[in-house]
């Protein structure tokens, strides 16, 4: 508790003045230079009182809020520098080839010989975040039904194709060297599928977290989703301060923090231990208690993102828990069979059969949410 207090102590400070200067810097003044100076000036004070808070015997409480101002100073000058965009590097050629990668991957789902262009559409969605060739009346069944979140790339996506990663490394073995070889593949393709795709707010969110969760068990420390959510905020405030403007963006930390702070309370209200004298018996109270567990999960995210989504485009959707009850599970089919056949089809030798389990998946997904929708 006294780490996440830590860095949640840091993360939010800073962020705040991020914000603050990222969303009010054009209000002020256009030119710029009032807002950088003044943000700069308040940085270099804060830091001068943090370095001479000893001789100056401040106590606790002043020493605080100095730590307080000096961070959110700190992340206003971060957000001022973003605003006005000042360059500090151009595009990389690893980033250059991993959008050429990704560009490749968009024409081989194309080439895939499904029998319904919406299919390629909504797997080139799932797989690499282009929507433009989405139909309307499926994006609105999307929305309507409060599946969205499945179309915008995000931690349900970098997590399946995380674990498929995890699960094609076994032969590396439990040994210590062999887990720390799969923690660094693992963050290095994770990466480049993130530059792929675009490299979107939510997707970079969910990124950081694996990168923050492979170099803690790496180096066998602890670690919370609390405290991901703080480390992972900070960092990328940090490194785009600009982000925080992005819908995805707000949306994305919105729904961790309702998981990490509201769905461990709504899970509790399930009592604890295994009822039943059978294994019939046994095997009904885990599949209720999953039941439970995945309604609690979609009624925390909802309760964090509701407010936003609403604020945004104007809609709630009424049946969300029957719509992830569904999709959640059938999209984790979905994406390891449209993998499947996107590398199979790259090599030239993906079977009917796998096109047919695939497209079938989708329409089953699409079908479902339709219904939804018209409910």
């Known amino acids: 508790m006294d780490v996440e207090r830590e860095i949640a102590g840091i993360a939010l400070p800073f962020t705040i003045g991020a914000v603050i200067t990222v969303c009010t810097v054009k209000f002020f003044c256009a030119g710029g230079f009032v807002v950088h100076e003044l943000a700069f000036a308040a940085c270099f004070m804060s830091l001068c009182g943090l370095l001479l808070r000893k001789r100056l015997s401040l106590g606790d409480g002043a020493v605080r809020t100095l730590l307080i101002l000096s961070l959110c100073s700190c992340g206003a000058l971060s957000g001022a520098v973003s605003a006005y965009h000042i360059p500090f590097a151009d595009c990389s050629s690893v980033e250059e080839y991993a959008i050429g990668f990704g560009i490749r991957m968009q024409n081989i789902i194309d080439s895939i010989p499904f029998s319904s262009a919406q299919t390629n559409a909504l797997l080139k969605?799932?797989?690499?975040?282009?929507?433009?060739?989405?139909?309307?009346?499926?994006?609105?069944?999307?929305?309507?039904?409060?599946?969205?979140?499945i179309l915008a790339l995000s931690g349900l996506h970098l997590g399946?194709?995380?674990?498929?990663?995890?699960?094609?490394?076994?032969f590396t073995g439990n040994s210590v060297a062999g887990r720390r070889m799969r923690s660094a593949v693992i963050v290095i393709l994770c990466g480049f599928y993130t530059l792929a795709t675009g490299a979107v707010p939510s997707i970079?969110?969910?990124?950081?977290?694996?990168?923050?969760?492979?170099?803690?068990?790496?180096?066998?420390?602890?670690?919370?989703?609390?405290?991901?959510?703080?480390?992972?905020?900070?960092?990328?405030?940090?490194?785009d301060p600009l982000s925080v403007r992005s819908v995805s963006f707000q949306l994305s930390y919105a729904a961790i923090a309702g998981i990490a702070f509201i769905y461990p309370w709504l899970r509790d209200f399930w009592p604890s231990g295994e009822a039943g004298d059978d294994s019939c018996g046994r095997a009904l109270v885990?599949?209720?208690?999953?039941?439970?567990?995945?309604?609690?999960?979609?009624?925390?995210?909802?309760?964090?993102?509701?407010?936003?989504?609403?604020?945004?485009?104007?809609?709630?959707?009424?049946?969300?828990?029957?719509?992830?009850?569904?999709?959640?599970?059938?999209?984790?089919?979905?994406?390891?069979?449209?993998?499947?056949?996107?590398?199979?089809?790259g090599l030239g030798c993906c079977p009917a059969f796998m096109v047919s389990v695939t497209e079938w998946l989708v329409s089953l997904l699409t079908w479902s949410l339709e219904v939804i929708a018209s409910m």
């Not at 399946?160 to 076994?170: A, E, N």
Request: glycine share 6%.
């Open 286 to 345: 885990r599949a209720m208690r999953w039941i439970w567990n995945s309604a609690a999960l979609s009624i925390s995210c909802q309760l964090a993102t509701g407010p936003l989504a609403y604020l945004y485009f104007s809609t709630f959707p009424q049946h969300f828990l029957l719509t992830n009850l569904i999709s959640l599970p059938l999209t984790g089919f979905i994406i390891p069979c449209a993998l499947a056949c996107l590398g199979l089809s």
């Open 160 to 170: 399946i194709i995380y674990g498929i990663f995890s699960k094609v490394l076994f």
């Open 125 to 149: 969605a799932l797989l690499t975040g282009e929507r433009s060739t989405l139909p309307a009346g499926l994006t609105e069944a999307f929305r309507d039904s409060g599946a969205s979140h």
């Open 204 to 239: 970079v969110r969910a990124f950081i977290f694996i990168f923050l969760g492979e170099a803690a068990r790496m180096t066998g420390r602890l670690h919370s989703l609390r405290q991901l959510l703080m480390a992972s905020l900070l960092i990328q405030v940090i490194i």
